[in-house]
C-alpha cells in the first residue's frame, strides 16, 4: 500500500510512535495494526477486521471488552474525585480496594501498596527487600535469585531479574546482586522425569545459596507460571519445595502473580491454592482491572512489616511511591471489576471450563510441527519447531511460529507472538464454543504453514 493511503492512524503511528519492544529496523517504515474497538472477547481493527483476544490483550483483559459497569464506575469517579495526592490524602477507592484485596490474598498478606503496573509492583517488592535487610542491620543480604526464562518487567531492575536480560543486544549487563536459577521447563532437563527434574532444580539453588552465603540472599523472586518466557509450569511441588529453603535462609519468597492472579488459573491468587506456597509478598497488575486502566500493587505480610514499623521503625519510612499509587480511578475500575467477577461467578467459570480448555488445546499435540502443549488454568501455549525434538528453538522455529500467528490473525484469532510458541490465554468469559473456534483456527494455520515448512 502505497503511504498515500495509510489511514490517518497508521500515518501518525508509523511517524510518531515508538512501541515497545520496537523493532528499530522497520522504525518509521511500519505500524501495528489499529484497532478500533472491543466488544466481549472480541477487538476490531479499523477496517473491520474481528478478531478472537486470544492472548486478552496482554494476559489481562479478563473480563472482556465492552463492559459498562466498569465504564460506569471509571467515568463516576473521574467525575466525582479524578486525583489525590497519595502521599498527603488518601481515597475512598484505594481503601476499600486494598481492604477487599487483603481478603483474597494467603495467609497474612494483608497490606496492599498500589502502583502503575507490574513493573513498579515488582520494583516495589524488590525495593522493599532491600529496605527489609538494611533496616534490621543485614546490609549484604541483598541478591535476589530468578530464574531463566523468567519475566519481572521492563524497569532497569525488574528487567535484570528476567531471564533474557543477559541476552537482550545493546542493553548493559544485568545488576550484580541478581543470581539465575536455570528455567523450570522438563524440555530442558535431558530427559528426567518429573521428580527427579525437582530435586535437580532443588540442589541448584542449595547449592546457588552455599556459594554465596545466605547472608547475601535477600529474595527469591518467582511468577508461579512462567509466563512470558513461554508458558513454563514448573515440576509439581517445585514452589512448596522452594519456600522451604526460604524459610530455612530466611530469604524471602515473592511470588509474581502480574499474570495468574485474578482469575487466570481459578482463584483471585494462584499462589497458595493452585501452586501449594504462601509467599511473603505477592505483586499483581494486569487482570486487577481486566485492563481497563494501569493498575498493579504489592501485598506484603504483616509478620513482615511488623519487624520494620512501629517500635521497630527505628524514625525511617519507606521512601518508595508513585504520583499514581492508590489512583482513585484505577481503584474504582479495580473494585468494579470485582463486582463483575461476582457477578458472572468468573472464578467458578475458569475452573470448570479450564478442562474443556486444556483438552482442546492437548488436541493440537499431534499435528506435524507441534513439539510440545503446556496448559494451566487459561494460559496456553502450542510450541513449534521445524525439526521433532528439537528442545531449543532456532530463528527457523520462531519464523514458522510467526507465519502461525499471521495466518491466524487473517482468520479471525490472534495468537500472541512470542518466539516458537503461540500463546493463547483468553479473556475469562470464554465458551467452549469459543474455544472450539480458536482451536479451529489454530489447526488450519499449523497445518497450513508447517506444511511447507516441514516440507523444505
Ligand atoms: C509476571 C510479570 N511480571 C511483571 C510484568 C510487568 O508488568 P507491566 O508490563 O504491567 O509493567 C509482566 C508483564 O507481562 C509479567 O508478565
Same mark, same amino acid.
Given at each position: 500500500?502505497?503511504?498515500?493511503?495509510?489511514?490517518?492512524?497508521?500515518?501518525?503511528?508509523?511517524?510518531?510512535?515508538?512501541?515497545?519492544?520496537?523493532?528499530? /529496523?522497520?522504525?518509521?517504515?511500519?505500524?501495528?495494526?489499529?484497532?478500533?474497538?472491543?466488544?466481549?472477547? =472480541?477487538?476490531?481493527?479499523?477496517?473491520?477486521?474481528?478478531?478472537?483476544?486470544?492472548?486478552?490483550?496482554?494476559?489481562?483483559?479478563?473480563?472482556?471488552?465492552?463492559?459498562?459497569?466498569?465504564?460506569?464506575?471509571?467515568?463516576?469517579?473521574?467525575?466525582?474525585?479524578?486525583?489525590?495526592? &497519595?502521599?498527603?490524602?488518601?481515597?475512598?477507592?484505594?481503601?476499600?480496594?486494598?481492604?477487599?484485596?487483603?481478603?483474597?490474598?494467603?495467609?497474612?498478606?494483608?497490606?496492599?501498596?498500589?502502583?502503575?503496573?507490574?513493573?513498579?509492583?515488582?520494583?516495589?517488592?524488590?525495593?522493599?527487600? %532491600?529496605?527489609?535487610?538494611?533496616?534490621?542491620?543485614?546490609?549484604?543480604?541483598?541478591?535476589?535469585?530468578?530464574?531463566?526464562?523468567?519475566? =519481572?518487567?521492563?524497569?532497569?531492575?525488574?528487567?535484570?531479574?528476567?531471564?533474557?536480560?543477559?541476552?537482550?543486544?545493546?542493553?548493559?549487563?544485568?545488576?550484580?546482586?541478581? =543470581?539465575?536459577?536455570?528455567?523450570?521447563?522438563?524440555?530442558?532437563?535431558?530427559?528426567? +522425569?518429573?521428580?527427579?527434574?525437582?530435586?535437580?532444580?532443588?540442589?541448584?539453588?542449595?547449592?546457588?545459596?552455599?556459594?554465596?552465603?545466605?547472608?547475601?540472599?535477600?529474595?527469591?523472586?518467582?511468577?508461579?507460571?512462567?509466563?512470558?518466557?513461554?508458558?513454563?509450569?514448573?515440576?509439581?511441588?517445585?514452589?512448596?519445595?522452594? /519456600?522451604?529453603?526460604?524459610? /530455612?535462609?530466611?530469604?524471602?519468597?515473592?511470588?509474581?502473580?502480574?499474570? +495468574?492472579?485474578?482469575?487466570?488459573?481459578?482463584?483471585?491468587?494462584?499462589? %497458595?491454592?493452585?501452586?501449594?506456597? @504462601? &509467599?511473603?509478598?505477592?505483586?499483581?497488575?494486569?487482570?486487577?482491572?481486566?485492563?481497563?486502566?494501569?493498575?498493579?500493587?504489592?501485598?506484603?505480610?504483616?509478620?513482615?512489616?511488623?519487624?520494620?514499623?512501629?517500635?521497630?521503625?527505628?524514625?525511617?519510612?519507606?521512601?518508595?511511591?508513585?504520583?499514581?499509587?492508590?489512583?482513585?480511578?484505577?481503584?474504582?475500575?479495580?473494585?468494579?471489576?470485582?463486582? @463483575?467477577?461476582?457477578?458472572?461467578?468468573?472464578?467458578?467459570?475458569?475452573?470448570?471450563?479450564?478442562?474443556?480448555?486444556?483438552?482442546?488445546?492437548?488436541?493440537?499435540?499431534?499435528? &506435524?510441527?507441534?513439539?510440545?502443549?503446556?496448559?494451566?488454568?487459561?494460559?496456553?501455549?502450542? %510450541?513449534?519447531?521445524?525439526?521433532?525434538?528439537?528442545?531449543?528453538?532456532?530463528?527457523?522455529?520462531?519464523?514458522?511460529?510467526?507465519?502461525?500467528?499471521?495466518?491466524?490473525?487473517?482468520?479471525?484469532?490472534?495468537?500472541?507472538?512470542?518466539?516458537?510458541?503461540?500463546?493463547?490465554?483468553?479473556?475469562?468469559?470464554?465458551?467452549?464454543?469459543?474455544?472450539?473456534?480458536?482451536?479451529?483456527?489454530?489447526?488450519?494455520?499449523?497445518?497450513?504453514?508447517?506444511?511447507?515448512?516441514?516440507?523444505?
Amino acid at each position: 500500500m502505497a503511504p498515500t493511503q495509510l489511514t490517518k492512524t497508521a500515518q501518525q503511528a508509523r511517524q510518531h510512535l515508538m512501541v515497545p519492544a520496537q523493532d528499530m /529496523k522497520t522504525l518509521g517504515q511500519r505500524a501495528l495494526p489499529a484497532l478500533s474497538h472491543g466488544e466481549g472477547i =472480541h477487538v476490531f481493527t479499523e477496517n473491520g477486521h474481528r478478531l478472537i483476544d486470544g492472548p486478552a490483550g496482554m494476559w489481562c483483559t479478563q473480563v472482556g471488552y465492552g463492559c459498562s459497569e466498569i465504564a460506569e464506575a471509571i467515568a463516576d469517579q473521574a467525575t466525582t474525585l479524578s486525583y489525590n495526592s &497519595p502521599w498527603y490524602t488518601t481515597n475512598t477507592q484505594a481503601a476499600a480496594l486494598a481492604e477487599q484485596i487483603a481478603t483474597m490474598t494467603p495467609g497474612d498478606l494483608n497490606r496492599i501498596f498500589f502502583t502503575t503496573g507490574g513493573s513498579t509492583a515488582v520494583d516495589t517488592a524488590l525495593r522493599f527487600v %532491600e529496605y527489609f535487610n538494611n533496616a534490621l542491620g543485614r546490609p549484604s543480604k541483598k541478591g535476589i535469585v530468578v530464574r531463566r526464562d523468567g519475566y =519481572h518487567g521492563s524497569t532497569a531492575l525488574t528487567f535484570s531479574c528476567s531471564g533474557r536480560s543477559q541476552t537482550a543486544p545493546h542493553f548493559d549487563p544485568p545488576a550484580q546482586r541478581i =543470581h539465575y536459577l536455570s528455567s523450570p521447563n522438563i524440555r530442558l532437563s535431558g530427559g528426567q +522425569t518429573e521428580a527427579q527434574f525437582l530435586e535437580t532444580l532443588v540442589e541448584e539453588f542449595e547449592t546457588l545459596i552455599e556459594a554465596n552465603g545466605p547472608e547475601t540472599i535477600g529474595a527469591f523472586l518467582a511468577e508461579p507460571i512462567l509466563a512470558s518466557g513461554g508458558v513454563i509450569i514448573p515440576p509439581k511441588g517445585y514452589h512448596a519445595r522452594f /519456600k522451604e529453603i526460604c524459610e /530455612k535462609h530466611e530469604i524471602l519468597y515473592i511470588s509474581d502473580e502480574v499474570v +495468574t492472579a485474578f482469575g487466570r488459573c481459578g482463584e483471585w491468587f494462584a499462589s %497458595e491454592k493452585v501452586f501449594g506456597v @504462601v &509467599p511473603d509478598i505477592i505483586t499483581f497488575a494486569k487482570g486487577v482491572t481486566s485492563g481497563y486502566v494501569p493498575l498493579g500493587g504489592v501485598a506484603i505480610s504483616d509478620k513482615l512489616l511488623a519487624r520494620v514499623s512501629g517500635e521497630n521503625a527505628g524514625g525511617a519510612y519507606f521512601g518508595n511511591g508513585y504520583t499514581y499509587s492508590g489512583h482513585p480511578v484505577s481503584c474504582a475500575a479495580g473494585l468494579a471489576n470485582i463486582k @463483575v467477577f461476582e457477578k458472572l461467578d468468573l472464578l467458578n467459570h475458569v475452573r470448570k471450563i479450564s478442562g474443556y480448555f486444556n483438552q482442546a488445546l492437548q488436541g493440537l499435540r499431534d499435528l &506435524p510441527g507441534v513439539v510440545d502443549v503446556r496448559v494451566s488454568g487459561l494460559v496456553g501455549c502450542v %510450541e513449534c519447531m521445524t525439526v521433532d525434538q528439537r528442545i531449543i528453538a532456532k530463528a527457523e522455529d520462531r519464523a514458522m511460529a510467526t507465519e502461525i500467528d499471521t495466518l491466524c490473525f487473517e482468520m479471525g484469532l490472534i495468537v500472541r507472538p512470542l518466539a516458537n510458541l503461540c500463546v493463547i490465554s483468553p479473556p475469562l468469559t470464554i465458551t467452549e464454543d469459543q474455544i472450539d473456534e480458536i482451536c479451529d483456527i489454530l489447526r488450519t494455520a499449523i497445518i497450513r504453514v508447517t506444511a511447507e515448512h516441514l516440507a523444505a
